[in-house]
């Protein structure tokens, strides 16, 4: 049963609603801005509704494995990994050649269905971050990694170790982003 949710969840995973965004004017993602299939992109491409409506499909197809999880008695490590396993096709879509976006508006939605509580102390720590560094990856990311400790005190070590999986996913995804704001930082 664990192994038929995690293929499941990947195979939604491979769902890339930012490559329909453009279809009725015949322009796509990959060719215009970061070429990224992601909310971000769809967004700077086609604009702050197509961004609201990716975002939202995005985060949504993250919460369904977790929630279905949750519905068939899972422990909240294997739900963890239904979540891993939807970014893992967000991120890595076989149907897309393996190339997806970067799977942060999964991570919020599978993290809001997981455990609102838990979104509290990223929400808080992105607010106090993001007006001192202005940088939306580097202050997202740190923010989401508040999730590690909160599943090792909360949840246990099954569930911390799969927290860490999902921070791992996550900076390997933005590792492009995060070189970028490096280089600028030392050439200031």
């Given amino acids: 049963m664990i ?7 990947y195979m939604l ?4 609603p930012a490559l329909y965004a453009g279809r009725r004017t015949g322009r796509s993602v990959r060719q215009l801005g970061s070429g990224n299939p992601g909310a971000r992109n769809a ?3 086609f604009g702050k509704w197509t961004f609201a409506a990716v975002l939202t499909a995005d985060a949504a197809k993250g919460a369904l494995p977790v929630l279905t999880a949750g519905w068939l008695g899972c422990e909240p490590a294997v739900r963890l990994l239904a979540l891993l396993a939807v970014m893992l096709g967000h991120c890595f879509p076989a149907v897309h050649r393996f190339r997806g976006g970067k799977g942060a508006a999964s991570f919020a939605g599978g993290l809001l269905a997981f455990d609102p509580l838990a979104a509290v102390p990223a ?3 992105f607010a106090v971050l993001y007006p001192i560094i202005r940088r939306t990856t580097v202050s997202g990311i740190t923010a989401a990694a508040a999730f590690i400790p909160y599943c090792f005190v909360v949840y246990g070590t099954a569930s911390g170790i799969a927290a860490s999986g999902l921070i791992g996913l996550l900076l390997v995804t ?3 982003n995060l070189r970028v704001i490096y280089r600028k930082g030392r050439s200031e």
């Fill in 174 to 176: 933005h590792r492009s």
């Fill in 13 to 16: 995973g491979n769902m890339l």
């Fill in 123 to 125: 929400v808080l720590l």
């Fill in 43 to 45: 967004g700077r491409v």
């Fill in 3 to 9: 192994g038929l949710l995690l293929i499941g969840s």
